[in-house]
């Protein structure tokens, strides 16, 4: 094993796109491949043994789907990101995959250095790979939505997070990068980072990707 690396699992029931992947992910220095799964059953089991950063997750998948096996893996509480591939860019179940805790998304037909920046992306924590294009998605599906997962805490939690961390929760849904941020609030970009953990701590979330999908669905951010 490569020291300092990000590690990565792929799953997924197509074996070209698992090959493919491991191939151009392979390539670059600061990833490793470190296994992959044909479906989301053999995904919870890998990363129970392997415990990647990074689960490339498909979501239409045999025994057990994507988005039950994100949230499986999320619910064991590791460290693992859940990055959800997809083919299309509103496909309705992504959004699912979201709400199950998946940090992110990514389109099948990404180039390789798109896929390497989206693993490390998620792997870091710093926001989903294409913001814009995810604000869309959150703004659609947020409408359809069944009840709000949030909804009966929100008005608490909000009560928690002072006037600057409401307004940066509020960045964080628009799709803004800590640096982004940082240069919108006229303040550094540690202080943003800092801000961004004291959020999640308060509200109870896994990370920037369901702060986003809590002030869509608690209605801090309206879908426009």
Same mark, same amino acid.
Request: hydrophobic share 50%; no cysteine; glycine share 4%.
């Given at each position: 094993m490569r020291s300092g690396t990000i590690r990565v699992l792929i799953a997924d029931?197509?074996?070209?796109?698992?090959?493919? =992947?491991?191939?151009l992910l392979g390539a670059m220095p600061d990833i490793e491949v470190v296994g992959e799964a044909v479906n989301g059953r053999e995904a919870v089991e890998r990363v129970r043994?392997?415990?990647?950063?990074?689960?490339?997750?498909? $979501?239409r998948m045999p025994e057990l789907n994507g988005i039950e096996a994100t949230r499986e893996i999320v619910a064991a509480d590791g460290?693992?990101?859940?990055?959800?591939?997809?083919? =299309?860019d509103l496909d309705e179940y992504v959004y699912q995959a979201l709400r199950a805790g998946a940090s992110g998304f990514l389109l099948k037909d990404a180039s390789a250095r798109r896929l390497a920046d989206g693993v490390?992306?998620?792997?870091?924590?710093?926001?989903?790979?294409?913001?814009?294009?995810?604000?869309?998605?959150?703004?659609? =599906?947020?409408?359809?939505?069944e009840a709000p997962r949030f909804a009966s805490t929100a008005q608490g939690a909000y009560g928690d997070l002072?006037? /600057?961390?409401?307004?940066?929760?509020?960045? $964080?849904?628009?799709?803004l990068s800590n640096a982004e941020m940082a240069e919108r609030l006229v303040v550094a970009e540690s202080t943003v980072k800092?801000?961004?953990? /004291? $959020?999640?701590?308060?509200?109870?979330?896994r990370d920037r990707t369901q702060a986003a999908v809590f002030a869509y669905e608690t209605r801090l951010v309206i879908p426009g």
């Open positions: 029931d197509q074996m070209m796109v698992r090959e493919g =992947f491991s191939v043994e392997l415990s990647p950063d990074v689960v490339l997750m498909d $979501i460290s693992a990101k859940v990055l959800v591939l997809t083919t =299309f490390r992306v998620v792997a870091a924590g710093e926001a989903l790979l294409a913001p814009s294009v995810t604000k869309r998605l959150i703004s659609e =599906f947020s409408k359809l939505s002072t006037e /600057r961390e409401t307004e940066v929760l509020v960045l $964080i849904a628009q799709g800092t801000h961004v953990s /004291r $959020i999640l701590v308060k509200l109870g979330l």
